[in-house]
């Protein structure tokens, strides 16, 4: 996005930016994308005790992919503040 603050994984979300007349889409990039329970098997040799969520629009779909009943965290922080210009 023209203001870097504003990446997002969402299409959806950029779209609507965009629509705004404010901000505008400045480049599109294609990333390979890994589930995090396969992130975690792969990295953790015992039970992580923090996980911290800040994926850019996609915070609620990875939440709803995480592995509680292999994994389960002492701390799970996720972002929730969404974007708004009047401060909503």
């Known amino acids: 996005m023209s203001s870097h603050t504003l990446s997002t994984f969402s299409e959806i979300d950029a779209i609507n ?29 015992r039970p992580i005790d923090l996980v911290s969520i800040d994926v850019e629009g996609w915070n609620y779909e990875i939440i709803k992919s995480f ?18 210009e009047n401060n909503d």
């Open 17 to 45: 930016l965009e629509k705004g007349g404010k901000y505008r889409i400045e480049k599109i990039l294609t990333l390979p994308v890994r589930n995090i329970n396969s992130i975690i098997k792969e990295n953790f040799d």
């Open 67 to 84: 592995d509680f009943s292999s994994t389960r965290p002492f701390c799970f922080c996720a972002e929730t503040i969404t974007f708004s």
